[in-house]
Nanobody
Framework: QVQLVESGGGLVQPGGSLRLSCAAS????????MGWYRQAPGKQRELVAS???????NYADFVKGRFTISRDNTKNTVYLQMNSLKPEDTAVYRC?????????WGQGTQVTVSS
């Protein structure tokens, strides 16, 4: 069974930074990609960023230039460095893993951007 454990969310002022981490554990092999999605109240879930096992990245337009996704393949861990945060970035951020046997999700971590 695959487990994804996220950390790093919290409350930050506009313009501030946070770093999210997601560690995958369990009998995992042949990971295709890991990524982050977010969902704000009353809105649909949306992709924030993803990274393949080879290091190719994909970003939503609304975070380009502000967020950076990275991963440590030796630890099956993905990171999301979030800079220049805006109030509209407030959401629950969930880690996603796609691998040969399917897809797994983390429980989510709350990010609140407010003064």
């Amino acid at each position: 069974q695959v487990q994804l454990v996220e950390s790093g969310g919290g409350l930050v002022q506009p313009g501030g930074s946070l770093r999210l981490s997601c560690a995958a554990s369990g009998s995992i092999f042949s990971i295709y990609a890991m990524g982050w999605y977010r969902q704000a109240p009353g809105k649909q879930r949306e992709l924030v960023a993803s990274i393949t096992s080879g290091g190719s990245t994909n970003y939503a337009d609304f975070v380009k230039g502000r967020f950076t996704i990275s991963r440590d393949n030796t630890k099956n861990t993905v990171y999301l460095q979030m800079n220049s945060l805006k109030p509209e970035d407030t959401a629950v951020y969930r880690c996603n893993l796609k691998w040969v046997l399917g897809e797994s999700w983390g429980q989510g971590t709350q990010v609140t951007v407010s003064s």
